[in-house]
């Protein structure tokens, strides 16, 4: 696709669930970025991609937080066992080089009741 | 600790005025510093990125300066648009890849 695809746009799960949220970053791009935006707050960086590896998850709020990318295209962000306080949209952005523009997806709103 | 505050924390204009807004940082190394706008409901789109170097850049209406000396910059819209009307999101970028901190954002409306 043209842009970073992030689906599902929305999410809505019950406390303790498991959610998994799916980024298809721009064809070719090697750098994938998660961040999370809570109501009326700028994004907070998660974990950072480059190809496959995960080069800096120090953003991850806690063991709950997991992401992959093992084919060094799509990324999961796989959360277990969900608290009303990850309710939050969740980033996706793809950059070209590490330190290229960075190109957004619409979100992923999770809500947990 | 890293930081980007931004003011005011909202604004409202009329259309065809001009308006400022500003943001400071407190970020360190400072790689480079960008100006972002999220619609309702939508991801950040780049207006500008600065670096260290550059005091001044133009995306059509929208002007940004940077005084990297008092760590400020400054985002101007020109002649504002209804479509204007979203939030604008100082980000400064620290480190060797695009390790982003993000302000809170200032919330424009644009009414007619």
């Known amino acids: 696709g043209a842009g970073v695809s992030q689906t599902p746009s929305n999410k809505v799960t019950e406390k303790g669930k498991y959610v998994e949220l799916r980024c298809d970053p721009i064809s070719g791009h090697t750098a994938l970025y998660w961040y999370r935006q809570s109501l009326g707050q700028g994004p907070e960086f998660l974990i950072y991609f480059q190809g496959t590896g995960a080069a800096d998850d120090s953003g991850l709020p806690n063991d709950r937080f997991f992401a992959v990318r093992p084919e060094g295209s799509v990324s999961t962000l796989k959360i277990q066992r969900t608290e009303r306080g990850d309710s939050a949209v969740y980033l996706c952005?793809?950059?070209?080089?590490?330190?290229?523009?960075?190109?957004f997806g619409e979100g992923s709103r999770l809500t947990v009741l | 600790k890293n930081q980007v505050e931004q003011s005011p924390q909202s604004l409202i204009i009329l259309e065809g005025k001009n308006c400022t807004l500003q943001c400071n940082y407190t970020v360190s190394p400072f790689s480079n510093l960008r100006w972002y706008k999220q619609d309702t409901g939508r991801g950040p789109v780049s207006l500008t990125i600065m670096t260290f170097s550059e005091n001044t850049k133009s995306n059509g209406r929208y002007t940004a300066t940077l005084d990297a000396d008092t760590k400020q910059s400054s985002l101007h819209i020109t002649a504002s648009q209804l479509s204007d009307s979203a939030s604008y999101i100082c980000?400064?970028?620290?480190?060797?890849?695009?390790?982003?901190?993000f302000g809170a954002g200032t919330r424009l409306a644009v009414h007619p």
């Open positions: 980000v400064v970028s620290s480190g060797g890849y695009n390790k982003l901190i």
């Open positions: 952005a793809s950059s070209l080089a590490s330190t290229g523009e960075l190109f």
